[in-house]
């Protein structure tokens, strides 16, 4: 009777420690939750707006060359020179760069073939005898000569008597400019000049 008095002591301590479980472990009741208000996007920040009084500096100026009036001067200086007979042929050869940088050569070459367009003097070789020659030889069409003895050797070819050669030298944005005529046939240098270039 004492065991079973036991037995039934340690159930009943039991089913209380059980129930005290059960109560500890049921859930809190769960609070209804707001939704949350909607967030306004954060714009980016914006850069220092100038207060009135203050200066903005400008961005640099790009120059260019004007190869037009750079070369007018030198082209008129050679054609007032003793020793070139009328109406020779004319090879203008394409200006050499040897500045620090890239130079519009194009454009130069471009310049001293307008510059002595109806000259009066001379006879140029045409941009279609030049490209059908450089074909003929085997030279690409974006070829420039840049070396004298080739633009020599492209003017015998040509049948022309003189070749005028072109270099552009120094700082790329104000490159000095010499220009040679020479005889085809015996290379010789029958007039030289130079001058800065202007923008």
């Excluded at 004492?2 to 005290?20: D, M, P, T, W, Y």
């Excluded at 490209?131 to 070819?157: C, E």
Aim: aromatic share 4%; glycine share 6%.
């Amino acid at each position: 009777m004492i065991r079973s008095v036991k037995l039934s002591g340690a159930f009943f301590f039991a089913l209380l420690l059980s129930g005290c479980v059960i109560k500890q472990q049921q859930p809190a009741p769960v609070e209804p939750t707001q939704p949350a208000p909607p967030t306004e996007p954060v714009p980016p920040p914006q850069p220092p707006q100038p207060q009135p009084g203050e200066t903005v500096p400008s961005p640099p100026k790009l120059k260019s060359i004007n190869w037009d009036a750079s070369v007018q001067p030198l082209v008129a200086n050679m054609l007032q020179s003793s020793g070139v007979t009328p109406g020779s042929v004319l090879l203008v050869d394409r200006v050499k760069n040897s500045t620090n940088g890239n130079l519009q050569s194009e454009k130069a070459t471009s310049a001293i073939q307008n510059a002595l367009a109806n000259n009066g003097k001379f006879t140029l070789v045409t941009d279609d005898q030049l490209s059908q020659a450089k074909q003929t030889l085997g030279l690409p069409p974006d070829d420039s000569l840049n070396s004298r003895s080739k633009a020599i050797g492209l003017a015998r070819y040509l049948n022309a008597q003189y070749v005028l050669y072109s270099n552009a030298q120094g700082e790329v944005k104000a490159p000095t400019l010499q220009m040679q005529l020479m005889l085809v046939q015996s290379g010789e240098i029958i007039w030289s000049g130079n001058g800065d270039t202007k923008h």
